[in-house]
């Protein structure tokens, strides 16, 4: 066996083991120790929790005040919109309307229009009548007299129009005629056949027009050339004469109550009082 020496034991004595070495407390070393946080620092801890709650709910807040002024300039912009767009159909509507209004305005106007310019254009033919004759006359006064001096109606019939003018359309003239016996009858073939002429009134349309109506002719047979002219064939008929057939064609004339009553404007007499002092 190999002797130990004292220096080999020494130097294992001295130098230890690593565990002994691990376990020995350091002196240089300051160790750690967990203290409880004080009063004052739990609060200030609290009051920083409920500083950053403060934030959050603000900025929050903030965030929901921003999201609702969207919201409501959103509705503001689509309430904008659509009352626009109902402003502007409300308009476009009033405008159509007013166009409307316009053009049936203007349509009334040239019905007024035509109808004055075709009163310019015609004669009145006025009937009387008694018991052996039929008197057409284009004047209302002629016929007065035919009722103050020969016994004729009256009150003159309005009986029909005639053109004042000859035209593509009034091609047929109208003369009046007085028989030997002095009774009277219109011809619309030219003159008078050998009975006595009296006045021309006019032209009517040998062929259907529009807005007008035919004009029938009834004779007596028994007194020939004694007859009656009508738009109206149920009179004719009536009156006791033969119906000969259509003479022509005469234009349909409208006229309000002022123009066919007009006002009477003749002048008035006026009272004379006389009084007497004492």
């Known amino acids: 066996t190999t002797p130990t020496t004292a220096s080999s034991q020494g130097s294992a004595f001295d130098s230890g083991s690593p565990a002994e070495e691990q376990s020995k407390p350091n002196p240089d070393s300051n160790p750690v120790v967990n203290n409880p946080p004080s009063n004052?620092?739990?609060?200030?801890?609290?009051?920083?929790?409920?500083?950053?709650?403060?934030?959050?709910?603000?900025?929050?807040?903030?965030?929901?005040?921003?999201?609702?002024?969207?919201?409501?300039?959103?509705?503001?912009?689509?309430?904008?919109?659509?009352?626009?767009?109902?402003?502007?159909?409300?308009?476009?509507?009033?405008?159509?309307?007013?166009?409307?209004?316009?053009e049936a305005a203007r349509q009334v106007q040239a019905r007024e229009n035509a109808r004055l310019e075709l009163i310019s254009k015609v004669n009145k033919i006025y009937r009387y009548k008694k018991s052996n004759d039929v008197l057409f006359t284009t004047s209302s006064d002629e016929g007065v007299c035919a009722n103050r001096k020969h016994g004729y109606d009256a009150d003159g019939v309005l009986a029909f129009h005639t053109y004042k003018q000859s035209s593509a359309i009034a091609n047929?003239?109208?003369?009046?005629c007085a028989a030997r016996d002095w009774t009277h009858f219109l011809n619309t073939s030219g003159g008078c056949g050998g009975q006595r002429?009296?006045?021309?009134?006019?032209?009517?349309?040998?062929?259907?027009?529009?807005?007008?109506?035919?004009?029938?002719?009834?004779?007596?047979?028994?007194?020939?050339?004694?007859?009656?002219?009508?738009?109206?064939?149920?009179?004719?008929?009536?009156?006791?004469?033969?119906?000969?057939?259509?003479?022509?064609?005469?234009?349909?004339?409208?006229?309000?109550?002022?123009?066919?009553?007009?006002?009477?404007?003749?002048?008035?007499?006026?009272?004379?009082y006389t009084f007497f002092n004492g």
Do not use: C
């Open 40 to 102: 004052e620092e739990l609060l200030q801890q609290q009051l920083l929790a409920l500083q950053q709650q403060l934030e959050a709910q603000r900025l929050e807040q903030e965030r929901l005040a921003k999201q609702a002024a969207k919201q409501a300039d959103a509705v503001k912009q689509a309430e904008a919109a659509r009352l626009s767009d109902a402003a502007k159909q409300a308009e476009d509507a009033r405008l159509a309307e007013v166009a409307r209004q316009a």
């Open 172 to 176: 047929l003239p109208v003369t009046r």
């Open 197 to 272: 002429w009296e006045a021309d009134y006019g032209f009517i349309s040998a062929q259907q027009q529009a807005d007008h109506v035919p004009l029938y002719n009834f004779v007596n047979p028994r007194h020939w050339p004694h007859s009656m002219l009508t738009v109206n064939f149920d009179e004719g008929a009536a009156y006791g004469f033969t119906y000969s057939g259509i003479v022509g064609y005469v234009p349909v004339v409208q006229y309000t109550n002022e123009e066919l009553n007009p006002p009477d404007t003749s002048p008035t007499m006026n009272k004379i």
